[in-house]
């Protein structure tokens, strides 16, 4: 391990040393659907600082507790076996990568 770096309390970073190439994992927490458009907002920009602290070659794994919301199933078998979920217009944002759309076209070389 390279170092672990807290950016907020809902977010750190630790750095492992790889070949070839470091990998970084980016923990997070994020606020429930229920908290403050403010307190998503501020995790965002968490996510934002975190992201540049890490070098453009090396690898990034974003993993956590994102708060998602599991669908309504009429048939509780059918979405065990295919493991079916729906997530919050929050969690769909950073998985389309909303978050760090502006930021990726600003390092590319």
């Not at 997070?28 to 907002?41: F, H, L, R």
């Not at 956590?64 to 217009?89: P, S």
């Amino acid at each position: 391990m390279l170092g672990c770096w807290t950016v907020s309390e809902r977010v750190i970073i630790i750095k492992f040393k790889c070949q070839p190439v470091n990998i970084n994992i980016i923990q997070v927490y994020a606020p429930t659907s229920n908290a403050p458009d403010e307190d998503i907002q501020l995790l965002y920009e968490d996510l934002n600082k975190s992201f540049f602290k890490c070098k453009s070659p090396e690898v990034r794994i974003v993993m956590g507790d994102f708060n998602a919301n599991v669908a309504n199933a009429v048939n509780q078998e059918l979405q065990e076996y295919m493991n079916l979920a729906t997530k919050t217009n929050r969690v769909k944002s950073l998985l389309r990568g909303e978050i760090w759309q502006n930021n990726v076209r600003k390092r590319r070389c």
